[in-house]
């Protein structure tokens, strides 16, 4: 059974990964709108992992004998300036991602919750990744520019993503 302080922020963490998932997902519309159908593919599967994270959660507060919730989200919030400014804010937003889940190692540690500083390992790790990937877009955006030839390439190259 979990503390119902680390029960309630894991719960939050469920909505920070739904938000997430809605987030991506409303940007994949923009995309696949403008016809950049590689960077629509991207951000789908974006989404789909994000719901993924959402569900493991739901999964260990379940194994843990606690309710999990799924609350009510608010409607993802984005710029569409320009592609530079759609992937800084992946980038901002994956950081604030990571700043929730080490606030949760925090308190798991506080608790001397040892089961689920375990468990929040995975996250820690998969968010250097998450952050490494969506930086390396943005450089990448910032060498191909926001038309032509580049522009096009970086559209291949992100169609090219496996869903995992
Ligand atoms: Fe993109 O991050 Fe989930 O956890």
């Not at 994000?50 to 260990?60: F, N």
Request: glycine share 4%.
């Amino acid at each position: 059974m979990l503390d119902p302080k680390m029960e309630k922020q894991l719960n939050q963490q469920v909505a920070e990964e739904m938000y997430s998932s809605n987030l991506y997902l409303d940007m994949a519309m923009h995309y696949a709108n403008v016809g950049l159908d590689g960077f629509a593919h991207w951000l789908r599967v974006q989404a789909t992992e994000e719901r993924d994270h959402a569900l493991k959660i739901t999964d260990y507060i379940s194994q843990q004998g606690s309710r999990a919730v799924i609350g009510a989200l608010a409607e993802p919030k984005a710029k569409y300036d320009s592609n530079k400014v759609i992937f800084e804010q992946v980038l901002h937003h994956e950081q604030h991602i990571s700043k929730c889940i080490h606030q949760l190692v925090d308190l798991a540690i506080s608790l001397k919750d040892h089961a689920t500083q375990a468990f929040l390992q995975w996250f820690v790790t998969e968010q250097v990744e998450e952050e490494e990937q969506a930086g390396k877009i943005l450089n990448l955006l910032k060498i191909a520019g926001e038309h032509g030839p580049g522009l096009i390439s970086m559209d291949r190259y992100l169609a090219s993503r496996a869903a995992e």
